[in-house]
Nanobody, 133 residues
Framework: QVQLVESGGGSVEAGGSLQLSCAAS????????????MAWFRQAPGKEREGVAT????????YYADSVKGRFTISRDRTKKMLYLQMSSLKPEDTAMYYC??????????????????????WGQGTQVSVSS
């Protein structure tokens, strides 16, 4: 099993910054960490879940939604088993619940790379980000 716990959400004004963190644990994650891809998704009230950013297994190639390119940065610290999302130049439309996700299956990671969360195996509970204008 894999457990993911997000933190770092909050309320900021437009133009501000936040860093989200996701702590990963569990035997399978610790044993096979290098094989896990990880991602951030978000869901605003009344809207469908949206892929924000993914970092691949292995070399850690990154992928971003067009809506956040140049403003958000995904990174991971393998020694700490942490995933991060640095968000800057925040906009009111970034307001959402942000979820950390992880998988080590080829299909799950393929889907995550495409910023599609439908088949990603493991999810956190989410952390709320609210951006006021």
């Amino acid at each position: 099993q894999v457990q993911l716990v997000e933190s770092g959400g909050g309320s900021v004004e437009a133009g501000g910054s936040l860093q989200l963190s996701c702590a990963a644990s569990g035997y399978d994650f610790v044993a096979y960490q290098s094989s896990y891809c990880m991602a951030w998704f978000r869901q605003a009230p009344g809207k469908e879940r949206e892929g924000v950013a993914t970092i691949s297994a292995g070399i850690g190639k990154t992928y971003y939604a067009d809506s956040v390119k140049g403003r958000f940065t995904i990174s991971r610290d393998r020694t700490k088993k942490m995933l991060y999302l640095q968000m800057s130049s925040l906009k009111p439309e970034d307001t959402a619940m942000y979820y950390c996700a992880a998988d080590r299956s080829a299909f799950g990671c393929q889907q995550a790379t495409a910023l599609n969360g439908n088949s990603v195996a493991y999810w956190g509970q989410g952390t709320q980000v609210s951006v006021s204008s």
